[in-house]
């Protein structure tokens, strides 16, 4: 049977591993440089703009796993922490 640290454990290196995985996918999106002789239009402006969006979202949900991967790592150090002390 699976007990509730374990559950808590498992949930911390998911939430771990998918944080990992959005910001690996964040940096690996790449803007494609304007050239000097380009001229730089309103197409390439909006192509750049939509880029940065993407990668601020996935920058988002990357930090919000990594939140959720520290509070379960900590509620399961304190629910160690409580069952070892008594």
């Known amino acids: 049977m699976i007990t509730f640290v ?15 995985l959005l910001w690996l996918r964040a940096s690996r ?8 002789d380009e001229i730089f239009d309103h197409a390439d402006f ?4 939509v ?4 990668v601020q979202i ?3 949900r990357a930090a919000l796993a ?3 991967a520290a509070l379960l790592a900590g ?3 304190v629910f ?6 008594s």
């Not at 290196?13 to 990992?20: C, E, F, K, P, R």
């Open 51 to 54: 880029a940065l969006n993407r």
């Open 58 to 60: 996935l920058n988002a």
């Open 6 to 20: 374990a559950i808590l454990e498992l949930g911390t290196v998911i939430a771990a591993l998918s944080a990992g």
């Open 46 to 49: 909006n192509r750049m703009v």
């Open 75 to 77: 509620a399961s150090l």
């Open 29 to 36: 999106r790449r803007i494609r440089r304007v050239g000097r």
């Open 80 to 85: 160690h922490l409580a069952m070892f002390d």
């Open 66 to 68: 990594t939140a959720i």
